[in-house]
């Protein structure tokens, strides 16, 4: 069983950063693949950013390429999603998510464990 606590989300203007993280108990951490995902007001949950158990694979949603970099610490049990260059369409709470499993994909359908969420405004 895992645990997964999201936090670092907030209101910020267009062309702001955010650094989200995510916290997961459990000692079989470092074994998980993990997730970033995102839900809009209005709209379907939408895959951002994985990253693979030794934190060297890496996938992302065309649309954050280039301005959003996921990471881990297994050290410290920690996932962070850092949001630079953010566009009103950013807007939404964002999910971590982690997969039993060493392989990251991009289907939500495909992860075991979920946080509560955070909510991430970009607004002027």
């Known amino acids: 069983q895992v645990q997964l606590v999201e936090s670092g989300g907030g209101l910020v203007q267009p062309g702001g950063s955010l650094r989200l993280s995510c916290a997961a108990s459990?000692?079989?951490?470092?074994?998980?693949?993990m997730g970033w995902f995102r839900r809009a007001p209005g709209k379907e949950q939408e895959f951002v950013a994985a990253?693979?158990?030794?934190?060297?694979?890496?996938l992302y949603q065309d649309s954050v390429k280039g301005r959003f970099t996921i990471s881990r610490d297994n050290a410290k049990n920690t996932v962070s999603l850092q949001m630079n260059s953010l566009k009103p369409e950013d807007t939404a709470v964002y999910f971590c998510?982690?997969?039993?499993?060493?392989?990251?994909?991009?289907?939500?359908?495909?992860?075991?464990?979920w946080g509560q969420g955070t909510q991430v405004t970009v607004s002027s």
């Open positions: 998510a982690a997969r039993d499993s060493p392989l990251p994909l991009r289907s939500a359908s495909q992860y075991d464990y």
């Open positions: 459990g000692r079989t951490f470092k074994a998980y693949a």
């Open positions: 990253i693979s158990p030794s934190g060297i694979g890496t």
